[in-house]
């Protein structure tokens, strides 16, 4: 494990705080750009980010616990995998991947 890996309870739990104690609009998005500088998320990287609103509806309607694969299109949920741990299937994602979507080059 390299020094970059190690992390302590307390730091991680530091590091949670600042996007989890935000009581307004400003201080969410100043969490999403602590993250983003942290994580080193370049534009580069081609990876989006998005936040609710502080109603946190998004969060209420696709909760993380427990984890769900979703494949969301035009507003509609196209995909619902089953609740994990047991449920989570990476199998179930390809298929429905592999027979509905299609990618052109």
């Known amino acids: ?3 970059e890996m190690r992390i302590s ?5 530091d590091g949670l705080s600042i996007i989890r104690n935000h009581r307004n ?4 998005l100043n969490a999403i750009k602590v993250m983003i500088e942290t994580m080193n998320i370049t534009i580069d990287k081609k990876i989006f980010i998005y936040s609710d609103p502080m109603d946190d509806i998004k969060n209420h309607l696709f909760s993380g616990w427990p984890e769900r694969l979703y494949v ?3 507003e ?3 995909f619902q995998g089953k ?3 047991i449920g989570y299937s990476i199998p179930s994602l390809d ?11």
């Open 95 to 105: 298929y429905f991947l592999k027979r509905h979507v299609v990618v052109n080059n």
């Open 1 to 3: 494990m390299t020094d």
């Open 9 to 13: 309870l307390p730091e991680a739990l």
């Open 83 to 85: 609740p994990g741990s």
């Open 72 to 74: 969301l299109y035009d």
């Open 76 to 78: 509609k949920i196209l």
């Open 25 to 28: 609009t400003n201080e969410r």
